[in-house]
């Protein structure tokens, strides 16, 4: 099993909901990622657990909590959203986060649309 | 401040010719570059990817070429077929640190 699994593959939200974004991994990899893409944009790192503790916060706003409830998974709350937060949530993985020259896999990404 | 760039938005390339994708980066610390090949509305996908201490490496039809002393890299897909086309990004990193994604470039095969 090779595959990051994001869910669900799109969401639309009004700025007054609660949603949770889903990733799972079966790979045995110890680093999971949170990135949010904007069209025509590179992909900007959001989040990154290291064996299942929060690593790096981008200076993410706190309308956006992540949690990693066991080491094959890793979710992303959503609460308060602003339409500009629309975009591709991805979701990646790596196997050792110690070791340098580390490739992540990602997920497909949800597309979420703020209303 | 962009450190890995694509100067090139897009590129379009017959099938069968070679496709040359190039990124420049600024941060000569960068030990490790990666390229990523993404398809609208899904994840990107790892292609290939290359040390530091090497200036080539090399895949089936795709190859990344790695110029230290002028801070770029290029990947080459020979030959091009209609399903390379995608937008490929590069990336770089150093150390175990955080990957950091170059803008894209849109390749188009043309039949």
């Known amino acids: 099993d090779t595959e990051v699994t994001q869910t669900p593959k799109h969401l639309v939200m009004g700025m007054t909901n609660k949603k949770s974004l889903k990733c799972e991994q079966h790979?045995?990899?110890?680093?999971m990622y949170w990135y949010k893409q904007k069209a025509k944009k590179p992909p900007e790192l959001m989040f990154v657990?290291?064996?299942?503790?929060?690593?790096i916060n981008e200076s993410v706003p706190s309308r956006f909590s992540p949690e990693c409830p066991n080491s094959s998974l890793l979710n992303l709350h959503l609460h308060a959203l602003q339409p500009e937060d629309s975009a591709l949530y991805l979701c990646?993985?790596?196997?050792?986060?110690?070791?340098?020259?580390?490739?992540?896999?990602f997920g497909s990404g949800t597309q979420l649309s703020v209303l | 401040d962009q450190q890995v760039k694509q100067n090139s938005p897009s590129l379009s390339v017959q099938e069968g010719r070679i496709s040359i994708l190039n990124c420049d980066y600024t941060?000569?610390?960068?030990?490790?570059f990666l390229w990523y090949k993404k398809y609208p509305a899904e994840g990107p996908t790892f292609l290939i990817s290359?040390?530091?201490?090497?200036d080539k490496n090399e895949d089936g039809r795709f190859t990344v070429f790695l110029n230290k002393s002028a801070k770029h890299l290029s990947l080459h897909i020979v030959p091009s077929q209609p399903g390379d086309s995608a937008v490929y990004f590069c990336?770089?990193?150093?150390?175990?640190?955080?990957?950091?994604f170059g803008t894209g470039t849109r390749l188009t095969i043309i039949p």
């Open positions: 990646a993985s790596s196997q050792d986060p110690r070791r340098r020259n580390e490739k992540l896999f």
């Open positions: 790979m045995g990899h110890r680093a």
């Open positions: 657990y290291s064996y299942e503790k929060l690593s």
């Open positions: 941060n000569s610390m960068f030990d490790y």
């Open positions: 290359i040390s530091s201490i090497k």
């Open positions: 990336a770089a990193k150093v150390g175990n640190e955080k990957l950091t």
